[in-house]
């Protein structure tokens, strides 16, 4: 795959050819040399993975702030990206110009899946060997040649970017969605989806239009190559944030949990939307193939796209979260954690490949899934299932996340579709802050009006300054790389992803404490329920986190079993009346539905529908005590803010003062 | 990628082309539509495994025992893949001939790995449309096609064979080593070696003889297209034991360990055995290209092929297990076990790939690198990550052989490949019966000329019932499928693996209550030690299971705490001289060079290699307590023969009866 690789192993190929004597050993030895190819490029990524955890284990021990993981991913894939590029030479692979018989019978439009290719037929092989024998072989599509002269046919130097939408991004989403702070996230939500749905466009919009403007400033040759749907095709892929770096921080620090519910919601949303929005450009453009200018029925239509996709996605997620509540709550599959598990994994990536297979976003529906498996399934699920799922997509989005900006580091030297142009990077990075102080202030301000605590200045500085860029825009930017504006957006993006996730990323703790936001927030807000989850009881709330009968209570939840009912000071009327109508929907219908908490459906459905409630209703619901039902209820949502493994010789009390150590750094 | 799927999804793909005007909607329609279909193949997967987990708890919950979850899992893929065979029609995929351009530069033996295909050139296509403009297309190297008039290019209709060896195999063969019962799998390690080396090649030699004899008798066209390697070939790919569901049925029966470890080792062992064995096979055909005569000097490198490339595996997974365990043992990642489980994941993962890498086998290196990480490594890991890191492997190990199996299932009706030939099928059931019986008997009157207390008969006669055949062979038969031979095969494979895993797996409770096999034996044996383990203790064993603080002592160990330092009854002359001298080693070099037990290498060590012991133990090592070190051996000792989840409601002394429940079904 990479070019050192390939010329390495070019010898060892030369080699294998002149040990056989046929083409069939030829072709074995080649069949053999692609895959070791393959094996080493995997392993060099599994090597710097590798150093990178055993890096992340030197800087937490030796409390290192200045560089966050991510970043260090990051680095590590540079430095071996430069080495591979400079180590080596390009372009190992061979080819031949092909035609098709002149007398086929071929009648479609369109280009076959599979060549029939004659080799050599006609052509003189000079070797000193005997002469080759014709055989035919198949060759399968791969795509269009854009520019035939370029010979820039690189095909192997890179994974195929829809790697990145199939098989890294879901894990990554629906440990996300997984994981929702879903208290927090409810009585934020008019803020989160302001942000995430109005602001991601907005921003959108804003960036596109911006460069739009500074393209045709620039060089004839580069205005004439972006159309102002290629620019907002760029507003929408570096519209989404990506935060991972800040809310690790958070975490660590104990930030004030709206503030950390405000960003992480916001970051999960907005990579859905972004991705949703870049669909529909690209449909608007597919489908009207005009210049450039706007139509206005083109237009609508995009936005039926975009709301359609979305909510159909989001739909199917769900119904399939609900699904898997049904499931677990209606069956004892509960008592083989096994089959739990796996049902779980399954039903989950099921939910990814029924959207795909309609042609809607698996990634969306994938979160959606994950929230509602988080929300409903969990808690009907056996200790050992809850432990081992939550155990299984935190590996593995960790591993996900890291691959990925490992590869964005790498990609920077070995892609070969890179195109450098200063003033289109120059005009991102700046566009790309002021889309985001777009996205944040004015909306914070229209936010203000209805809020009864607004969001204070600092938290919008914040808010701002979490702006990093990620995984979802290096994904959407190397998935189309056949034109040169796509190229130059390409070089653009892994550039800001870099630049934002090493400097932003390692900023945050002095941008945190230059802003006066307050950390080592009581974790005893974490346990305040919204009103519908309370409505019923004034008990005390028993945190419980592990397995079974082995729950450990976490020491800083030792001061949080205080419930209030009705939420205190300033969370009372803060929540959105949004959220007010979910509740009451979600704890009278969907909760005793879907799993076994109370109150039963028999007592809150309408009396003509207490017969079918009745069947919807297990024994457990009616027998099992209120207090139960409260535990249960609060792990899964603990399942969230799992606190960041704190090693067992540090000072519980590091949390509190850990802020102090970092500014000192 | 399904004939159903392509015949539904060719309208829709018509559609989108109608609907269109120019190529590029269409080609981009097309790769929508690949996708699509891509996604759609995986979800009819998914949905059948989702179907395999629920039909499972079924049975588990109604303790049904005439059919296993493997036999499930086949039975639902051949329903499935019998209605997708008969729904609809194959060979969608579009073709055209091409042929090299005269005068191309292009000067090497092998065919290019692109082909620069012009379209449409100059092809007449008679769409009433526009001309469609010329393009030039990248295609890529797929291999050879034999048979140029059967059109047989249904490439598309299965996963690639590679798929089982990089993917499926891997995790279920790292389960199997990680999960190796250790104590008596040393205990047996002779009859284990025996079996699973000589076993498995005197089983290949005799059923490709057989085989072979069998051929020449056949119809004329059939015996000329085996030559002897191939039906060798067809030997080495049978040969392999894949005893899952008994093995499911002996855990939960609680049958004599021995016995166990026995059926267990050797099927771990020799599918590692008959991989290489068959790789040596294709190597000694691959380089001589003989007629299918011997030749005494590529016999003999066809033997150094097989024990350089085993045992070169062997090194590189042992040793990428050590090196874990080195890394676990002198840094602190312990203290963060998200860190530490991406460490060994990645690790382990890091043996596969550089096997490959280095033209060993993969496989190989990753079983015994699984043994490695079980043997030491897990020793040094936190609670929390030894926990995950067994719960993770067990269930990709679920999933994968589910997988496998269903897939089987499938394959044998949409798998294009197949050639029903009715002589070797009935050829292939005997001779694998009786190079399975060559395998045990013979060799066990061998052994029990040297053995304390010989394997009795009806021991004997379990290992030959034992002899399903799975996963292995059918990834060995479906790797290659270019000649009739080789289809012929992978159909009579397929029908084994089908007919044992069904037929012997539901059988295998009677057969054991036939055979009056003692069921229901006490686990207290389980926990008797290898004398190396115990030398310096005779206090009593603390069997502890699960996380750190948290342990819960299962109510089967509860009569287990005494330990029996020397083994007693029978098991105490029973062990191999191997075993004696690899535990010395093992207890006073390896495992305090690699872990944090006791004796440190100081006191092992002779005395002018001292300075260098100490700097190789760690404080822990000096400090803790030899109780501590007695639980963590246990526990690690445990990971292997961790019990069937046994249901919460059911009566703890089920094991000990369901015996007789199962005899009446």
């Known amino acids: 795959m990479n070019p050192v690789v390939v010329s390495a192993s070019l010898i060892l190929y030369l080699i294998a050819i002149c040990q056989g004597s046929g083409t069939d050993i030829a072709l074995d030895a080649k069949a053999t040399l692609l895959h070791r190819i393959d094996s080493l490029n995997l392993l060099i990524y599994t090597c710097l993975l590798t150093l990178t955890v055993l890096t992340i284990w030197v800087f937490k021990h030796r409390r290192v702030s200045w560089l966050h993981e991510t970043g260090l991913a990051v680095i590590y894939g540079l430095i071996v990206g430069a080495i591979i590029r400079y180590a080596g030479s390009t372009n190992q692979v061979t080819y031949i110009d092909a035609h098709p018989d002149a007398d086929t019978k071929y009648n479609l439009s369109v280009p076959p899946d599979i060549v029939r290719f004659h080799f050599p037929d006609k052509i003189q092989i000079s070797s000193g060997e005997a002469p080759v024998p014709n055989k035919t072989y198949a060759y399968s599509f791969r795509g269009e040649i854009v520019n035939v002269e370029q010979n820039e046919i690189d095909l192997k130097a890179t994974f195929d970017p ?311 825009s290096f994904a959407l930017a190397i998935r189309n790389t056949v034109s040169e504006a796509r190229q130059a957006m390409l070089t653009t993006t892994s550039l800001i992803v870099i630049a934002t996730v090493v400097l932003q990323g390692g900023a945050a703790t002095h941008a945190l404490a230059y802003l006066r936001i307050p950390t080592g927030q009581g974790q005893n807000d974490e346990n305040e329920a919204l009103p519908y989850r309370d409505v019923r009881s004034n008990g005390r709330m028993v945190v419980k986190w592990g397995k079974g009968e082995n729950e450990v209570v976490m020491p800083w939840q030792l001061n949080s079993f205080e419930d209030t009912p009705h939420g205190n000071g300033d969370g009372g009327g803060e929540k959105a009346r949004l959220a007010r109508l979910w509740g009451a929907v979600d704890s009278k219908l969907l909760k005793p539905l879907l799993t076994h908490a109370r109150p039963p459906l028999t007592e809150t459905l309408p009396a003509f529908l207490r017969p079918l409630g009745r069947i919807l209703t297990t024994t457990r619901q009616y027998t099992q005590s209120e207090n139960s039902l409260r535990r249960t209820d609060s792990d899964s949502d603990l399942c969230i803010d799992e606190p960041q493994p704190v090693p067992t010789t540090i000072d519980p009390q590091l949390p509190y003062n850990i802020r102090n150590g970092y500014g000192n750094v």
Request: include cysteine; hydrophobic fraction near 50%; charge should be neutral.
């Open 162 to 472: 829809e790697i990145f939408f199939n098989i890294i991004l879901p894990p990554i989403i629906f440990h996300a969605g997984y994981c929702l702070k879903r208290k927090y996230f409810f009585r934020n939500l008019g803020a989160i989806l302001t942000f995430a749905m109005v602001g991601t466009a907005l921003s959108a919009l804003v960036i596109g239009s911006l460069m739009y403007g500074c393209v045709q400033l620039m060089p004839a040759s580069l205005a004439a190559s972006f159309t102002f749907l290629d620019t907002l095709y760029f507003g929408a892929l570096i519209s989404p944030t990506d935060p991972l770096t800040v809310l690790a921080i958070f975490s660590q620090l104990k930030v004030d949990v709206n503030l950390y519910a405000m960003i992480f919601g916001e970051s999960v949303l907005n990579d859905a939307v972004a991705l949703v929005l870049s669909g529909a450009i690209q449909n608007y453009e597919k489908r009207y193939s005009v210049d450039g200018g706007f139509e206005i029925t083109a237009f609508l239509a995009a936005i039926g796209d975009f709301i359609g996709i979305f909510s159909l996605s989001l739909l199917v997620g769900a119904l399939i979260g609900c699904l898997t509540a049904l499931m677990t709550k209606f069956t004892h599959v509960r008592d083989w954690p096994l089959l739990e598990s796996a049902l779980f994994v399954l039903t989950s990536y099921g939910a990814f490949l029924i959207a795909e297979v309609f042609e809607l976003t698996g990634v969306v529906a994938v979160l959606f899934c994950g929230i509602c498996q988080a929300h409903y399934t969990y808690n009907n699920l056996s200790a050992d299932s809850r432990n081992r799922t939550k155990q299984l997509f935190e590996l593995l989005n960790f591993l996900a996340e890291n691959f990925i900006f490992t590869y964005i580091g790498v990609s920077m030297f070995t892609f070969p579709k890179h195109h450098f142009d200063p003033w289109f990077i120059i005009a991102g990075f700046l566009t790309s802050m002021l889309g985001r102080a777009v996205n944040i202030y004015p909306l914070s301000f229209l936010l203000n009006l209805g809020r009864k605590p607004p969001i204070p200045m600092n938290f919008q500085h914040m808010l701002f300054f979490s702006g990093l860029r990620g995984a979802m």
